[in-house]
């Protein structure tokens, strides 16, 4: 599957960005789907994940309560809606697919198939 991320930018502190992510390739349906961020000099770390129907969704404790995680599996889509951003919210953003995982944020930051990134930035 192919991935592209979509919907970065720079953005005010307490501002909101959505995030895209758009599968082409095998059905959709058939991944578990997730979002990771890079800061500079950091690690990737996991932000949000959704499970095959989008009937369970995870999130890392820095983003709960501001950011939702859905997806589309007519458009093969998966989203992020970030809300109250917050300066250390910047990073390049990644969206990541897998057959066999789901993206719960209790393992390290592997994935099958990754998105080219996105970079949001959020100014104070």
């Known amino acids: 599957v192919q991935l592209q991320a979509s919907g970065g930018g720079l953005e005010q502190a307490g501002g909101s960005l959505r995030l895209s992510c758009a599968a082409s390739?095998?059905?959709?349906?058939?991944?578990?789907m997730g979002w990771f961020r890079q800061a500079p000099g950091k690690d990737r770390e996991f932000v949000s994940g959704?499970?095959?129907?989008?009937?369970?969704?995870y999130y890392a404790d820095s983003v709960k309560g501001r950011f939702t995680i859905s997806r589309d599996n007519a458009k093969s889509t998966v989203y992020l809606q970030m809300n109250s951003l917050k300066p250390e919210d910047t990073a390049v953003y990644y969206c990541?697919?897998?057959?066999?995982?789901?993206?719960?944020?209790?393992?390290?930051?592997?994935?099958?198939?990754w998105g080219q990134g996105t970079q949001v930035t959020v100014s104070s």
């Open positions: 990541a697919a897998d057959t066999t995982r789901e993206f719960t944020g209790r393992s390290d930051a592997q994935a099958k198939y």
């Open positions: 390739g095998r059905t959709f349906s058939l991944y578990a």
């Open positions: 959704i499970t095959l129907n989008g009937g369970t969704t």
